[in-house]
């Protein structure tokens, strides 16, 4: 069964970064699509980013782009979203996803998350 746990979250300063890690487990990822969502509080969720894991187009939602970057770790089965210039909008939990199908982690429906890590930047 497939896991995925983040880590990483935690209180930054506005213009600060910050480095989410999602550590993936009990499958084979080289097909899979890995993405990262958000949900702050009294809003919907959020797209944030998505990446294949064996390699190719990164995709970001219009409000990180040039901001956030996403990456994958071959050798520690890790994906990683870079946050830099953190806005206190970026203040959310981050959830990490994974799917077969990129349009189902586009659409919010990928069939594996995370528990989220809380982010909260500070203005």
């Known amino acids: 069964q497939v896991q995925l746990v983040e880590s990483g979250g935690g209180l930054v300063q506005a213009g600060g970064s910050l480095r989410l890690s999602c550590a993936a487990s009990g499958g084979t990822f080289n097909n899979y699509y890995m993405g990262w969502f958000r949900q702050a509080p009294g809003k919907e969720r959020e797209f944030v980013g998505c990446i294949r894991w064996s390699g190719g187009n990164t995709y970001y939602a219009n409000s990180v782009k040039g901001r956030f970057t996403i990456s994958i770790d071959n050798a520690k089965n890790t994906m990683h979203l870079q946050m830099n210039s953190a806005k206190a909008e970026d203040t959310a939990v981050y959830y990490c996803?994974?799917?077969?199908?990129?349009?189902?982690?586009?659409?919010?429906?990928?069939?594996?998350w995370g528990q989220g890590t809380q982010v909260t930047v500070s203005s």
């Open positions: 996803v994974a799917d077969l199908s990129h349009y189902r982690v586009v659409a919010g429906t990928p069939n594996y």
